[in-house]
């Protein structure tokens, strides 16, 4: 019998950046190897649309902070889950749809948890500070891993990074399964640098905080104000917008808003020198694959899941301070631009979407099995 796959998706929208996207390509693959599959996703009204990839049910959920929905009555998602009757569940949102995970127990369904961020960081990076320890709520997350470990059949983390925020006891349930990258979108010819004598920068991805776009943005500024002629690109919408005007003021940076046709981002991100994706809490960092993937090698931050894939050969790390971060952009900028472009394809070519859906499949079919062979003892 076919596999019937529920992928559960809450803070998703039209604008979202790597849940969605890692959500839809997971999706395709999962209905493509023969699977049933259903998307359950907030939206503005209920509505039920037939895909190629499955069934996609939108639940009338309300506008939050920078532009997500949210549904804040898990029990529709738990009516919908009832009349699909999956054999598992992927569950992308570890704050709001713990009732899945109860009611995957009681019908006999296996549940995975895909943790797409650091409880820990984003808390951090929203409030601005350093660490969540300073303002002493270690214990209470700690207490609330202990409690998703204990709810789920298994984790999905995506770097060391993403998995170094569970306790000891829940590494029996960690799986570590890196995301992929649309290599066909995302390639080297889709765009060619200027040979202007500009350093040409890009930058993609929501601009929220816990994004650390501003990071980007004073990396650009600190360039500028060194006398490097520069240009930065940037690309994404959200509520950090305003301030960032404020502080490229002056500084050749443009904001060109969300953009839909993913072809034309990527001829964006393949038409410079050098990414900034610099933010310190990303458990991963799509953003970063797509650019290797076209081509464009990139600058990180020292920390976080985007370091994990970096060669020293498709960019460069540094602290997540503007001077250094700047610092680090004419490091890669001296190299050979040739040589630079092929590792960061290369580095690129190491995570496909076709690998990722794979061992996705297996750990569907693995809990599922778990949870039937347990039935019969």
Known sequence: MA????????????????????VDALGARYAASGAQRLLVTPGVRDATVETPSG???????????????????PW????????????????????????????????????????????????????????????????????????????????????????????????????HISLGVDLDTFHPRRGIPASDGVLRLVHAGRLSREKSPDLAVATAVELHRRGVPVQMDV??????????RELA??????????????????????????????????????????????????????RGGGRELLTAASGAWASPEPHALADAVLRVAERDACTARIAARRQAERFDWSGTAASMLDLHSEVSSAISARALA
């Open 235 to 244: 690309y994404g919408r959200g509520p950090m917008l305003s301030r960032l």
């Open 55 to 73: 069934v996609h049910v939108r639940l009338r959920a309300p506008e939050v902070s920078g532009g997500y929905r949210v549904i804040l009555e």
């Open 249 to 302: 003021f002056g500084a050749p940076v443009t904001f060109h808003g969300h953009v839909a046709d993913r072809h034309a981002l990527a001829a964006g991100l393949a038409s410079a020198d050098v990414a900034l994706s610099v933010c310190p809490g990303e458990t991963f960092g799509l953003s970063i694959l797509e650019a290797l993937a076209s081509g464009t090698p990139v600058v990180t931050a020292d």
């Open 76 to 175: 529709r998602v738990l009516t919908v889950l009832a009349d699909f009757a999956p054999t598992s569940i992927e569950v992308s949102d570890k704050t709001t749809m713990l009732p899945v995970a109860r009611w995957a127990r009681r019908a006999g369904a296996g549940c995975v948890l895909f943790s797409h961020e650091r409880l820990d960081a984003m808390l951090a990076l929203r409030i601005g500070i350093r660490s969540a320890r300073n303002i002493g709520i270690s214990a209470a997350i700690s207490a609330y891993h202990r409690m998703l470990t204990r709810a789920f059949d298994a984790i999905v983390v995506t770097s060391r990074y993403a998995a170094g925020e569970f306790p000891a006891t829940a590494r029996n349930r960690l799986r």
């Open 3 to 22: 596999p019937r796959i529920a992928q559960v998706a809450n803070f998703v929208g039209p604008h979202s950046g790597g849940m969605r996207t890692a």
